[in-house]
Nanobody, 120 residues
Framework: QVQLVESGGGLVQPGGSLRLSCSAS????????MGWYRQAPGNQRELVAT???????NYADSVKGRFTISRDNGKNTVYLQMSSLITEDTAVYYC??????????????WGQGTQVTVSS
């Protein structure tokens, strides 16, 4: 059974920084694209950033220049460094990964979500 476990959310003041982590565990054969999504109250879940297994990145326009996604393939972990946070960044952040196991083809897995609140 594959699991994605997120950590690092919390309360931060505008202009502050947070770093989210998400680790995949289980009998994993390979991990393709990993990414972060977020969902604010009353809104649909939206893409924040993705990173391929080779390190190519993609960002939502709203976070470009402020957020940085990275990954450690040896640890099956993806990170999201968030800086210059604004109140509009307040949301539940979800980790996503496309994972292939020895028994199943590549499928999308989601973490449980971690709350990020930007407020003074």
């Amino acid at each position: 059974q594959v699991q994605l476990v997120e950590s690092g959310g919390g309360l931060v003041q505008p202009g502050g920084s947070l770093r989210l982590s998400c680790s995949a565990s289980g009998i994993i054969f390979s991990i393709g694209v990993m990414g972060w999504y977020r969902q604010a109250p009353g809104n649909q879940r939206e893409l924040v950033a993705t990173i391929s297994s080779g390190g190519s990145t993609n960002y939502a326009d709203s976070v470009k220049g402020r957020f940085t996604i990275s990954r450690d393939n040896g640890k099956n972990t993806v990170y999201l460094q968030m800086s210059s946070l604004i109140t509009e960044d307040t949301a539940v952040y979800y980790c996503n990964a496309r994972i292939r196991t020895s028994l199943t083809p590549a499928s999308d897995y989601w973490g449980q979500g971690t709350q990020v609140t930007v407020s003074s």
